[in-house]
């Protein structure tokens, strides 16, 4: 039953409860919009992720260009849903579960869009392709640590989608796999020798830390989701932990 509305002092009356449901309702449509062009802008890194690993394994000019072109949408995309989250903030003031979803959505963004960075760099690489596959040891380890990059990049973006906190709290766990491949690449990194061993470490090292690094921001959307699903603050402080899990590597900080 629809309780008396009270009369404010202007002789307005005060907003009742039905009155508020159309804006709450059109409020959660704007969250839930916000979401899904998250998915939408993971897509298309997801898709640079695909053609950055393929021109460093193929030395592709041509794709390599395309990757470069496609960057600017992903900064534009960027721009735009920082806008929109700000907008949010400011209108609709959210609290509890709402807010958690849209400070987890402006960190989201970051990490997706330093990822599409990421991509570039190794797309950059694509001159010196020769140089990077002329080491078979150290080649091979970047070939797996590209497949581990872009699997772990999909499970956190599958787990946003669908909201899986046990999808997204075994991340930390699988990113593992890619901290043992960075080992592995600076100990052979460290055994380079010959006349072009300085070029081609170098060449190396950086394809190497861009993929482990869009392997953390991975984990980081994942710990993003626990903070939004659970509450939890201390998944906000995800961007200290891969430096943590390596022991303090170098190869781990950056980017």
């Given amino acids: 039953m629809r309780g008396p509305r009270i009369t404010l002092p202007d002789g307005s009356a005060e907003p009742s409860h039905e009155d508020s449901r159309p804006l709450r309702t059109a409020f959660a449509f704007e969250l ?3 979401r899904l062009q ?20 193929t030395g592709d000019l041509e794709l390599a260009e395309k990757v470069i072109a496609s960057d600017d949408d992903i900064d534009d995309m960027l721009v ?5 989250c700000y907008d949010l903030l400011g209108r609709q003031n959210p609290v509890a579960s709402d807010l958690r979803l849209v400070v987890s959505v402006i960190r989201i963004l970051s990490d997706l869009e330093r990822s599409g960075d990421l ?14 596959k002329s080491n078979l040891g150290t080649y091979g380890i970047l070939r797996e640590m590209a497949t581990e990059a872009q699997e772990l990049f999909r499970t956190a973006i599958k787990a946003w989608s669908t909201r899986d906190l046990h999808l997204a709290k075994t991340l930390e766990e699988r990113d593992d796999a890619m901290d043992a491949h960075n080992r592995a690449l600076m100990e052979g990194i460290m055994m380079m020798q010959g006349p072009g061993a300085v070029p081609m470490a170098v060449k190396t090292l950086l394809a190497g ?17 626990r903070y939004m699903l659970t509450g939890n603050p201390e998944s906000l402080s995800a961007e200290i932990r891969p430096t943590r899990r390596a022991g303090g590597n170098a190869t781990s900080q950056g980017f």
């Fill in 119 to 132: 991509c570039l760099r190794i797309v950059k690489l694509a001159p010196d392709h020769d140089l990077i």
């Fill in 209 to 225: 830390r861009a993929l482990e690094r869009i392997a953390d921001h991975s984990v980081m959307i994942g710990e993003r989701l």
């Fill in 38 to 57: 998250i998915e939408v802008m993971a897509l298309r890194v997801d898709e640079a992720l695909q053609r950055s690993t393929t021109v460093l394994l």
């Fill in 32 to 34: 839930e919009q916000l």
């Fill in 80 to 84: 735009s849903l920082t806008e929109r």
